[in-house]
């Protein structure tokens, strides 16, 4: 699948926006802005493996699509959701546990960039990442 591979982060669009209306410190916006994001995505059918190298932290998640599971973003905002895979679209629909608000997200290979976009409480991001 197109998704398959290592991608790093190359820019970002509104992120820094999109973070503060989820309620991310300054400091922590900041910092995030230059986090070196590197996503290795890994696919067999239904089931996702995904590592996330940052300069904060490595994670590493097994998903199955259509499956709702628990993931905490890197300033520790815990969420429950599920991806789907509509078309060439994988789509993520996550709650936040502390407000109940909700997450969207999706990830989309854009000729050589994986474009990973967020929408939450009204401002929308975007991250894209090249392959590397």
């Known amino acids: 699948m197109t998704f398959d591979g290592t991608w790093k982060v ?3 669009e509104n992120y820094d926006k999109f973070m503060e209306q989820m309620g991310i410190s ?3 916006r900041k910092l995030a802005a230059h986090d070196n994001l590197k996503i290795t995505i890994q696919h067999n059918g239904d089931k996702f493996h995904v590592k996330e190298i940052s300069t904060f932290r490595t994670l590493e998640i097994d ?3 259509g499956v709702t599971f628990e993931y905490s973003l890197a300033d520790g ?3 429950s959701g599920s991806w789907i895979l509509e078309g060439e679209t994988l ?3 996550f709650t936040r546990k502390d407000n109940g608000k909700e997450l969207l997200t ?3 290979i ?3 960039e ?3 976009t967020y929408s939450y409480d009204g401002v929308d991001a975007k991250r894209i990442f090249k392959r590397g």
């Open 91 to 93: 789509k993520g629909k």
């Open 63 to 65: 998903f199955t699509l």
């Open 110 to 112: 854009c000729g050589d």
């Open 77 to 79: 905002t815990e969420l």
């Open 106 to 108: 999706t990830r989309v």
């Open 10 to 12: 190359d820019h970002n």
């Open 26 to 28: 300054m400091v922590k």
């Open 114 to 116: 994986l474009v990973q």
